[in-house]
């Protein structure tokens, strides 16, 4: 199944999961996945939050960000894939001058 994110609605949600600024997924939802394209502009995180039911793998396009994982910090350049399994917690934040573009899949494990 081929998924065309440039056709898919940009979202722009403030302050996602309690993070700071605008969070800009393009966002594929099916029963057991999402898959998105999404954007972090400069200065902009997704808060710490908790994959209890779900995982989430995060590959990097461009731009730079910061992970806080569990209790550890990861830079995370373009090419770079963060693996955030079942039961552990995660946060990303754009502290560059660019924009941290990325894809993301989510998959329900229930």
């Known amino acids: 199944m081929k998924i065309s994110f440039d056709s898919l609605?940009?979202?722009?949600?403030q302050n996602f999961k309690g993070g700071e600024g605008v969070f800009k997924p393009?966002?594929?939802?099916?029963?057991?996945?999402?898959?998105?394209?999404?954007?972090?502009p400069?200065?902009?995180?997704?808060?710490?939050?908790?994959?209890?039911t779900n995982s989430e793998i995060i590959f990097i396009?461009?731009?730079?960000?910061?992970?806080?994982?569990?209790?550890?910090?990861e830079i995370l350049n373009p090419g770079d894939c963060h693996y955030c399994p079942p039961g552990h917690s995660h946060s990303l934040k754009n502290n560059g001058d660019e924009d941290l573009v990325f894809y993301a899949v989510v998959p329900e494990h229930n």
């Open 42 to 52: 400069a200065g902009s995180s997704i808060g710490l939050h908790t994959h209890d």
């Open 26 to 40: 393009r966002m594929h939802v099916g029963n057991y996945n999402k898959i998105m394209r999404a954007t972090l």
């Open 61 to 73: 396009i461009s731009g730079v960000g910061t992970m806080e994982y569990d209790d550890t910090m």
């Open 9 to 13: 609605e940009e979202q722009n949600i």
